[in-house]
């Protein structure tokens, strides 16, 4: 070892000497260089300088060869490891990596996750800024080496650095090379990731002094989550159909009537709830609820109706038709009729019916529903040990598709069409085309009053008018005699963003063309878009698996907010079959509200409360109830809208106003004796009329040009027409002549 070391300080002197030499001769060869007529091929200093530079790399050569890097880091491996823990230590200990005003204890949980990697330990890229942001982790071990570690290898790797640095002889690169560079040092840092993993972080910030305080808040926080999600845990039965223990102690009995649309399935299920003697219609929609109060009263069947916007009461009714989310899971009937089950599965709302093929307490219950939803409705009449038949439903008429050579609307429009849009405006502005070439024209659309759009269905089965309008709302039950469906748009916005149409919507609405009786086929076609919509009307559906379930009355005992339990119950892994309901929008009500009280039975039911939360006017409209409801004012009759004029023409606002009268109705009906129900309802009754006024005058809102006024067809792109855009275009260029 000892002959070893002295060769290794013979050659380094000597590189030095060499050092000292070409420092010397680098003056004189500036000098030459100068002299244009000295001739750089017998240029001695050049010579000179070559002949240093080749002996140099020989010496640096042998000294590398006598350096084993590798050796050298493994030997030095704990205290390197523990200058790097003591790094990362100090760092969590003491940095303020983030903004503190823009860190709350939740987001401050997300910046703690930023520094892990899939395993949860400190990843290596959190190692890499935390210890050398400005080198590569092999660079680092150099440096360490170079300043830690022996005077031997620290000697060596000085001398060779002076040699790259002076003379540009690379042998680093070489070592690092051989040594497996940037690779090996991450496997040899493997083992201080492993030291931090996300408690060791979390323990580690807990004493920051940026952090302290926010993370002893952060901690109550998750502590008092743990705690929530136990309760839920532990007060969710074993089973779903548990939670319904009056249904569970009945031997109910299912009736599947299974079907495309137009295939007799609701009909067949109200001629059973027509001979009960009590009984329950639970639809989709308040129209569709509506429709069938008024089919059975017509029929001498006493029925009342219930929806979260109205109750008629009818004296000596058995039977109620109501939209599903108003259940009463306390009462018992003979007959229960649930409609369109496949929504089920839908996001939002499939919840309602979920809960209801739970729940409803009923000895006989017919489910209408699409064949893709028949194995998910048996998964939950199994798991509630009940009975089942199937009857199976074929169309009563064919549907087919058909494309045409030029586009059908609006200049080659027929008595029976129905004609597919996607928004309020789109109705309008396509209506009042259609008006301009002597059709008349029903609308349907969501935001008209349910009355009002079934004005608007009597008045095209009465021929008043001879084509309908619509949006999607037409396609869930509605018994309309159309002989063509016409798609003017494949896409919609859902409340989110603009997408296609998805398959089962397409065949929804589609389904609607053909009505028994009257036409002996339907006809589905699209001005746009025609191939996706006949793939989509022939494809065979793919069977719906899970249902949905949403955050159940029973569990708001449990300690915390109302949000809370239903963030943490969407956090939780559901039953096998089951997906959680989307409950974003409840939580959001939820938090809104806990900033006034902790009342969660309040918070609850106003979050339940129905009504377009994204709607600015009645979202004011609904926290004012809320807060007179909190503080016990009766003032809540003020935003009772006027009775409309004769003359009113704004159909926008009337629809608006509709929709505030809904909310009174519900919070009077809800929270009050109802003392003021019949002014709600009279006032109801009066914008609907008023509506109905506007739509028969034909005073739709027309697409214009914003310049001139000029009618646009409603899918034009502009809101400009082609003559006032080329006048513009020459105006501008006519000042730019001068």
């Not at 020989?58 to 523990?82: M, P, V, Y």
């Not at 494949?490 to 963003?497: R, S």
Request: net charge neutral; proline share 4%; hydrophobic share 35%.
């Amino acid at each position: 070892m000892s002959e070893t070391i002295t060769n290794i300080n013979k050659l380094i002197d000597r590189l030095n000497a060499l050092f000292r030499e070409y420092m010397k001769l680098q003056p004189v060869l500036d000098a030459e260089k100068d002299l244009s007529f000295q001739d750089p091929e017998k240029n001695p200093s050049e010579d000179k300088s070559r002949k240093i530079k080749e002996e140099a790399l020989l010496c640096c050569r042998e000294l590398a060869g006598s350096l084993d890097l590798k050796r050298t880091f493994e030997q030095n491996r704990s205290s390197i490891e523990e200058q790097i823990i003591k790094k990362v230590e100090q760092f969590f200990q003491t940095r303020k990596f983030g903004d503190t005003r823009k860190i709350s204890p939740k987001n401050l949980e997300n910046s703690l996750e930023r520094f892990t990697g899939k395993d949860g330990n400190l990843s290596m890229n959190s190692l890499r800024r935390i210890c050398f942001p400005s080198r590569s982790a092999y660079e680092y071990l150099l440096s360490f080496v170079n300043s830690k570690t022996d005077p031997f290898s620290a000697r060596i790797l000085f001398i060779l650095k002076k040699a790259k640095d002076l003379l540009e002889i690379n042998v680093l690169g070489q070592l690092r090379q051989d040594v497996g560079g940037n690779r090996y040092a991450e496997v040899y840092l493997r083992n201080v990731r492993q030291q931090f993993p996300q408690s060791r972080i979390t323990e580690l910030i807990s004493v920051n002094p940026h952090y302290s305080s926010m993370f002893r808040e952060l901690l109550n926080t998750k502590q008092r989550s743990s705690r929530i999600t136990k309760g839920l845990v532990e007060a969710i039965p074993e089973t779903y159909p548990d939670l319904f223990p009056l249904a569970r102690q009945m031997q109910r009995h299912f009736i599947l009537h299974i079907g495309p649309t137009n295939s007799g399935k609701s009909y067949e299920a109200l001629e059973a709830l027509k001979e009960a003697d009590t009984g329950v219609y639970l639809a989709p929609l308040r129209l569709l609820a509506y429709e069938k109060y008024e089919e059975l009263n017509e029929a001498g069947v006493f029925c009342s109706l219930k929806t979260g916007e109205e109750e008629i009461l009818v004296p000596g009714a058995s039977i109620r038709s109501s939209t599903i989310e108003v259940l009463d899971f306390s009462k018992t009937y003979d007959v229960a009729v649930i409609d369109e089950a496949q929504m089920v599965s839908d996001s939002q709302r499939g919840n309602a019916w979920t809960m209801a093929l739970l729940g409803v307490q009923a000895d006989i219950i017919h489910v209408c529903l699409a064949p893709e939803a028949e194995t998910v409705l048996l998964q939950i009449i199994r798991a509630c040990d009940d009975t089942y038949e199937i009857v199976r439903h074929e169309r009563l008429v064919p549907l087919i598709t058909r494309e045409y050579g030029k586009p059908v609307f609006p200049r080659h429009a027929q008595q029976g069409d129905a004609f597919i849009v996607f928004s309020r405006r789109d109705v309008h502005a396509a209506a009042s085309e259609l008006q301009r070439y002597g059709h008349k024209c029903s609308v349907i659309y969501g935001n008209l009053p349910y009355d009002v759009r079934r004005g608007e269905v009597k008045r095209y089965t009465g021929g008043e008018t001879d084509v309908v309008v619509a949006t999607d709302a037409i396609g869930m039950g509605l018994n309309l005699p159309i002989k063509r469906i016409v798609f003017l748009e494949m896409e919609k916005f859902d409340g989110t963003e603009d997408r296609q149409l998805f398959p089962t919507e397409i065949r929804q609405i589609a389904g609607r063309a053909g009505r028994f009786g009257i036409f002996s086929e339907g006809i589905v076609t699209s001005d746009t878009d025609f191939s996706y919509m006949e793939a989509a009307v022939h494809e065979t559906p793919p069977q719906i698996r899970k249902a949905r379930i949403g955050f159940p009355y029973s569990l708001i005992g449990i300690e915390g907010f109302v949000s809370e339990l239903m963030d943490r119950w969407s956090h939780i892994r559901p039953k096998p079959g089951f997906e959680v309901a989307d409950m974003s929008r409840e939580i959001e009500l939820a938090r809104i509200l806990e900033r006034e009280t902790a009342d969660k039975d309040l918070v609850y039911r106003f979050v339940m409360f129905p009504f377009d939360e994204k709607n600015e006017v009645l979202k004011t409209v609904w926290y004012d109830l809320f807060q007179a409801q909190l503080k016990g004012r009766d003032d809540y009759m003020k935003w009772l809208p006027p009775a409309p004029s004769r003359k009113s023409e704004n159909l926008k606002e009337l629809e608006e106003e509709f929709k505030i009268c809904d909310m009174l109705y519900h919070y009077a009906d809800t929270f009050t004796e109802r003392s003021d129900v019949p002014e709600i309802l009279l006032r109801k009754s009066q914008i609907s009329s008023a509506i109905m006024q506007v739509l028969s005058r034909e005073k739709l809102e027309t697409r214009t040009c914003k310049y001139c006024g000029k009618a646009l067809p409603f899918h034009y792109p502009h809101g400009i027409c082609k003559e006032c855009f080329s006048i513009k275009q020459h105006g501008r260029k006519h000042h730019r002549h001068y």
